[in-house]
């Protein structure tokens, strides 16, 4: 019939899954439409709201929800006013120490909803000028949780803390909390198989972590001053691991020796990422002798090039040792010199480019590098480390430089590289510039 409402006669679970797709403030909107419609917006599984989503402005009066009230407080309202599951919930938002009863509010308020399973806090504190506290949060035990994210403020555990039976992925980023409280939280969740903690910041003694999670898979972990000591005990399934050092003053020795004990407690690991100073920071202290990882595949490096520091580069070949069945490397290279300063370079090169004993995978296993860049002439600059794994990689078939500038020392490299006496017979390399590739064999 013509001018009929055909999307009104839908089912409520089909305009359900049509006001999902949009924010939520357009979503309360539709309350408006037609009397059908008016509460479909409280059976929403999933809540988006803050800085980055959904503002939650004002709204319409039809929706019941309060205009002239504070942000946090229209939030707690559509909350309540929900009527069906809430599956995922999530805030960005600025926060002072002050809320952080309104801010607990709605967490005592989510924990009393059917079935959150995930649930994320995102807090851009502003720091109280007298009490210099971030926003408090006393974190109960959501039973059906999966994943939590938080990140701003400082968690405490109440007495009797029970942990999430049922949590796979903990992220905690700048986060305030004690050593026994991290501990707790993290080893009352024996399900993790993801577990993120990036920049914590201790409130009492520094922290101290042993991690035993039988499930875990995935450990993303930056160390700061804050970290006494971290390593892995017992984590059978862990594959992948991402290690950061930051926030460092000068305490540099003992951030390497942390570093040094977390990376070589992921001995089951088959990707290593080391990403910011980690190498430079090995460089420091003395390196153990025939460790290996016997399952490592990949490795990432964020890796600076101080074309004068022998120790960093001894630093990079121990590693290199560690990992006798490498068969991905992908370098993030940032030269410390400019090409105009490149002639510091050339010992340095000389004592890279040449063979080092003792490098199984460069003879067996290593088949791909990876090198990304901002600029050709950063790479120009650190030549050296393309020309090494060309000089002395019996396997390798794919050597790619992925760069932003500097096509015009493109020429040059080429022609440089096809000088260099390549050990394998199926190398290549390809130089990519902005979805271009150019690809030469060198012999």
Known sequence: MAGADRISSLPSELKVSILSCLSVKDAIRTSTLARSWRHVWTLLPCLSLGIYEDLLGDTDDTTDIPVKSSWIERVHHLVSSLRGPLLVFELFHCFHFGQSTLLQSLLDLLLKKVGVEKLGLWIQTQVDPVLLYPVVLYLPSFHSLKELSLSGCLIILPTGFLGFNRLTTLNLNEVHISSDDLHSLVHTSNNLTTLVILNIVATEKPLLLNFSLPLLRHLTFGINESVENVSVVCAPCLDQAHIYIWNYTDSKEKLASVALRLVTSAVTVSSLNLDFDVLKFFSLVTLPFNFTFPRLRCLKLHLHIPTSNKRLYSAFFWLLRCMPFLEELKVELESEFSSQTSWVAIPMREFLVKKQGGLSCLDQTLKSVRIRTESLIDVMTSIAVVKFFLVNANVLRLLKIAHWTGSE?????????????????????????????????VR
């Open 409 to 441: 020392v493109m020429p040059i490299m080429i022609e440089d590289l096809q000088k260099t006496k390549v050990a394998s017979s199926d190398a290549k390399v390809v130089i990519h510039r902005h979805g271009e590739n150019v690809t030469f064999d």
